[in-house]
T-cell receptor, first 113, second 115 residues
Framework: QKEVEQDPGPLSVPEGAIVSLNCTYS??????FMWYRQYSRKGPELLMY????GNKEDGRFTAQVDKSSKYISLFIRDSQPSDSATYLC?????????????FGQGTILTVHP | EAGVTQFPSHSVIEKGQTVTLRCDPI?????LYWYRRVMGKEIKFLLH????????ESGMPNNRFLAERTGGTYSTLKVQPAELEDSGVYFC?????????????FGPGTRLTVL
């Protein structure tokens, strides 16, 4: 069983839609949760970072963490064609302030005009 | 400020040959990570340097892979001899040592194809 499960999609939505992306995880040691965005032929770029249960909002993006259910989500409001990319959830164990990330497979998102 | 750079961007080699990938982290970043993504799979951790020391190499698949970071600056990842299953995209990331919000910045990756 993978430590982090993420539906690879692909997901196609019209411009302006609300997008919901999700990951589940099995390792209780994960304490830090991230969402990365990756455009084609580029490296992953950090989008959101959370380390507690609850919601964190940044512009059109909201990250949600539910540690009791081992479930994280990323919501994109008013989606734009420029949001078309692969979205990767990533997690890190606690205990140190740095260290290896464990990724989900990534969800391919296309926002069409 | 320059980001993480990787060289080459793409490499095509035959099975049994040797390939060396290079990563230049962001200046001043002590932490350097190597990750790999094989087709259809998730990005997987290979190893982590703190300056020139290997902090964690638990993700290295076997002894055909050798990573170095001389002087705590750039890093190389050598695959010798390469096998078909080594094909994939190799990412390098770097970060500063700074509390829980330590952010890993990724390079564009090296796409390795082993024929």
């Amino acid at each position: 069983q993978k430590e982090v499960e993420q539906d690879p999609g692909p997901l196609s939505v019209p411009e302006g839609a609300i997008v919901s992306l999700n990951c589940t995880y099995s390792n209780s040691a994960f304490q830090y949760f991230m969402w990365y965005r990756q455009y084609s032929r580029k490296g992953p770029e950090l989008l959101m970072y959370t380390y507690s249960s609850g919601n964190k909002e940044d512009g059109r993006f909201t990250a949600q963490v539910d540690k009791s259910s081992k479930y994280i989500s990323l919501f994109i409001r008013d989606s734009q064609p420029s949001d078309s990319a692969t979205y990767l959830c990533a997690m890190r164990a606690g205990g140190t302030s740095y260290g290896k990330l464990t990724f989900g497979q990534g969800t391919i998102l296309t926002v069409h005009p | 400020e320059a980001g993480v750079t990787q060289f080459p961007s793409h490499s095509v080699i035959e099975k049994g040959q040797t390939v060396t990938l290079r990563c230049d982290p962001i200046s001043g970043h002590d932490n350097l990570y190597w990750y790999r993504r094989v087709m259809g799979k998730e990005i997987k951790f290979l190893l982590h340097f703190v300056k020139e020391s290997k902090q964690d190499e638990s993700g290295m698949p076997n002894n055909r892979f050798l990573a170095e970071r001389t002087g705590g600056t750039y890093s190389t990842l050598k695959v010798q001899p390469a096998e078909l299953e080594d094909s994939g995209v190799y990412f390098c990331a770097s970060s500063q040592r700074q509390g829980p919000t330590d952010t890993q910045y990724f390079g564009p990756g090296t796409r390795l194809t082993v024929l």
